[in-house]
């Protein structure tokens, strides 16, 4: 049986309206209000929606057969998040399961109740590349407390 892997975000910051929002995208070239990418990946995903406040990434995340990486969320002002990652298995018809992602202030304190469990495809092709994306709201948290959020904690599964 396989069991439930938790992991903390390993990076974050705020958005810099000031730098206006330059990144580098994949291929090194920096480009203006689209791929804001914080940590430079193999390959790039999808672009975040502007508005961000704050972002995190996780390090590569292996649980069994199956690996999530570039695993990036973008927290909004009013306690929005996108989140996108990419997954890979070395087992057709494994699932990746994100059961719950906690937010936490400076000081290690919950923020708002966790949210809840979202689903990655189907991984048919061993070895393929499938996107893990999706919206949700931080369930009980108002825009003072998402000004509040500096890390999270990801509960995985596959």
């Known amino acids: 049986m396989k069991q439930d892997v938790s992991a903390v975000s390993s990076k974050s910051g705020f958005a810099d309206p000031s730098k206006g929002y330059d990144a580098k995208t994949a291929s090194g070239s920096f480009a203006r209000d689209r ?15 502007a508005g961000w406040i704050y972002w995190m990434s996780w390090n590569d995340i292996n649980v069994g057969d199956c690996t999530l990486e570039g695993a990036l969320l973008y927290l909004y002002p009013d306690g929005m998040i996108f ?11 494994d699932v990746w399961l994100i059961k719950s992602i906690q937010f936490f202030d400076q000081f290690d ?12 495809m189907n991984m ?6 499938y996107p893990l994306v999706f919206w949700d709201a ?3 948290v108002n825009p003072s407390g998402a000004a509040q959020i500096r890390s999270a904690s990801m509960t995985n599964h596959c």
């Open 109 to 120: 304190h919950p923020v708002g109740d966790p949210i809840g469990q979202h689903d990655g």
């Open 138 to 140: 931080i369930p009980a």
């Open 124 to 129: 048919a092709w061993e070895g393929s590349e």
């Open 35 to 49: 791929y804001l990418k914080p940590i430079p990946r193999h390959h790039v995903i999808y672009p975040a929606p």
């Open 83 to 93: 989140f996108q990652a990419s997954t890979t298995s070395s087992s057709s018809g």
